[in-house]
T-cell receptor
Framework: AQKVTQAQTEISVVEKEDVTLDCVYETRDTTYYLFWYKQPPSGELVFLIRRNSFDEQNEISGRYSWNFQKSTSSFNFTITASQVVDSAVYFCALSDPNQGGKLIFGQGTELSVKP | NAGVTQTPKFRILKIGQSMTLQCAQDMNHNYMYWYRQDPGMGLKLIYYSVGAGITDKGEVPNGYNVSRSTTEDFPLRLELAAPSQTSVYFC?????????????FGQGTRLTVV
């Protein structure tokens, strides 16, 4: 069975601190995708990144970076120099394109960035 | 492009009432999904569709029905509303094929059953 675990329920940091959100996944499939979505207080889901299982390169996009390690089944997300606007719930998700692309979500990590 | 459009945005139902949540996408995506999000939880899949005329159950299908008569539309039907169906509902679509896209989500429908 597929599963995504985000062990950190809530994280609180002060602005400009770096913060890492952890994501651990379980799957027996060799082909899969991993995602991060952001859900701000307004409630919509904002796509941040998609990674396929064959691409373990880390990725950086501005203040955001992602560390994908198949050896530990982890796909962690780091925000550098956090800002108040980063306050949101962040979801990690897993999907198998050979099984309808259904997303399996973690429970989410609520990040609060205080000024 | 409007993307994925859900209506209504908010609704209050009485126990036993029925309603249909509408979802439409204009990206010609073949796959569509309905998820529900309970407070403090991640999203769980209710139903999904791989194309017009084809639907399948997700993790939490009880109390819901869907249909997919066109590529664009994927309505979710609640027949006898129960308090346990109080949740935020998200519709999503994606394209799976030679190239795959991520799932695009609608703005959500906040449903309260009283």
């Amino acid at each position: 069975a597929q599963k995504v675990t985000q062990a950190q329920t809530e994280i609180s940091v002060v602005e400009k601190e770096d913060v890492t959100l952890d994501c651990v996944y379980e799957t027996r499939d060799t082909t899969y995708y991993l995602f991060w979505y952001k859900q701000p207080p307004s409630g919509e889901l904002v796509f941040l990144i998609r990674r396929n299982s064959f691409d373990e390169q880390n990725e950086i996009s501005g203040r955001y970076s992602w560390n994908f390690q198949k050896s530990t089944s982890s796909f962690n997300f780091t925000i550098t120099a956090s800002q108040v606007v980063d306050s949101a719930v962040y979801f990690c998700a897993l999907s198998d394109p050979n099984q309808g692309g259904k997303l399996i979500f973690g429970q989410g990590t609520e990040l609060s960035v205080k000024p | 492009n409007a993307g994925v459009t859900q209506t209504p945005k908010f609704r209050i139902l009485k126990i036993g009432q029925s309603m249909t949540l509408q979802c439409a996408q204009d990206m010609n995506h073949n796959y569509m999904y309905w998820y529900r999000q309970d407070p403090g939880m991640g999203l769980k899949l209710i139903y999904y569709s791989v194309g017009a005329g084809i639907t399948d159950k997700g993790e939490v299908p009880n109390g819901y029905n869907v249909s997919r008569s066109t590529t664009e539309d994927f309505p979710l039907r609640l027949e006898l509303a129960a308090p346990s169906q109080t949740s935020v509902y998200f519709c999503a679509s994606s394209y799976l094929g030679p190239t795959n896209t991520e799932a695009f989500f609608g703005q959500g429908t906040r449903l309260t059953v009283v």
